[in-house]
């Protein structure tokens, strides 16, 4: 992580694009992020790259609360992009460490590098799970509820009629005939391929 060269109009630049769509470098309101990568910053940048000028106007108006910011002052290299290296040169003494952030007996690299392969892995056994199942054909079932008008119509002869709809994927299933309620009850099922 880093920004490069902040004294360079390259390293400003990737600030600028940092910024593009963040207001802070870290979070949501100014922090001491923002007071280590002021402070990397000599001199406001060019009008062209508004991102970054923007921020740094904001962040000036904090210099006479910037050690009351939240946040833990980390080192420059940091904050910013991931794979750009930073390489600013730097006058002013870097901020002193705290004992509870160091690390005795390891590093958190390499936890980072052994949970991104055990996440590989598992998203791997999941595709390769997933790819296994059988697609599933997307099937309806609808009952329809079919009564006549009297008690003199022909349930026969209604079946008849309406089992002659014919769809594509439309398969009738059993009727169950009702006619003390005169009523008739089809079940079709509609299946449809995706």
């Not at 360079?8 to 802070?24: A, E, M, P, T």
Request: aromatic share 8%; net charge negative; proline share 5%.
């Amino acid at each position: 992580m880093g920004f490069g060269d902040l004294k360079s109009s390259s390293g400003l630049k990737v600030l600028n694009d940092f910024l593009s769509d963040r207001s802070y470098i870290e979070g949501f309101v100014p922090s001491q992020a923002d007071v280590v990568v002021f402070d990397a910053v000599t001199t406001p940048p060019p009008a062209d790259l508004c991102h970054a000028l923007r921020w740094f106007r904001h962040i000036q108006s904090y210099q006479n609360q910037k050690n009351s910011l939240p946040g833990v002052q980390k080192p420059l290299g940091q904050y910013g992009p991931a794979g750009v290296a930073d390489t600013t040169s730097s006058s002013a003494p870097a901020a002193a460490e705290d004992d509870d952030d160091f690390d005795l007996f390891g590093s958190d690299e390499e936890e980072d590098a052994e949970a991104a392969r055990l996440k590989e892995e598992r998203l791997a056994a999941y595709a390769a799970k997933k790819a296994k199942k059988p697609a599933v054909i997307a099937k309806s079932s609808i009952l329809l509820d079919v009564k006549p008008w009297d008690d003199e119509t022909d349930m026969v002869k209604l079946e008849e009629c309406v089992r002659s709809i014919q769809m594509d994927g439309l398969v009738w299933g059993q009727c169950k005939d009702y006619t003390s309620h005169h009523a008739l009850h089809l079940t079709d099922t509609w299946s449809w391929d995706l």
